[in-house]
């Protein structure tokens, strides 16, 4: 099967807030097409090799911990590991690690948030990619903190419910469902 490329003319921003800028792409297709507004999300802040954001899964005294957060545009609750956003002049590892924190009020030393690799959440639509951790022998923090807006108490699972959950669930987000998906193959090559 042959590769073929689309011409890329140029790209027009339609508005932005702070993370994110919202793009029409002109394109031209291989059938020779003209399209004007392939819409792109692409993130501000970047590390390299587009990533923009980080997806880890904590593990607590040898459960799995996931957050069940209300979600306003399915107008549901959605299991999410905790997510976030680089920030400027900060590494994928930090980035888990204080997200981490922010959103569970779970701990982890750098020595134990495992790189499971990164994912392209959507390549037709989002210009990045997501950073995938796992985060072992994770503690709790000893102050409490504020909680964010996409974050909940923690659901406590085990290697099973995991499992189960990311068979049977319907409203897991992407990034959770991979990086679940890849820490259960990690742990499974440890053995």
Known sequence: MGK???KFIGRKRICSNSKFDVLFDNLIS???QEINDFLVIK???????YISGICVLPMYRGKFCLMNVWRHQFKNFVYQAPAGFIEENEKPHQTAIRELKEETSLICEKKNMI???TFIPDAALIECRVALFLAKDCMKSPTKVEREIGSSDIIYLSKKEIKEL???EENIGGSTLVTCIRSLIHLDRQF
């Open 30 to 32: 291989q059938d020779n």
């Open 166 to 168: 990311i068979i049977k």
């Open 43 to 49: 993130p501000k802040v970047n590390h390299k090799g």
């Open 4 to 6: 073929s490329k689309y």
């Open 115 to 117: 790189f499971l690799g």
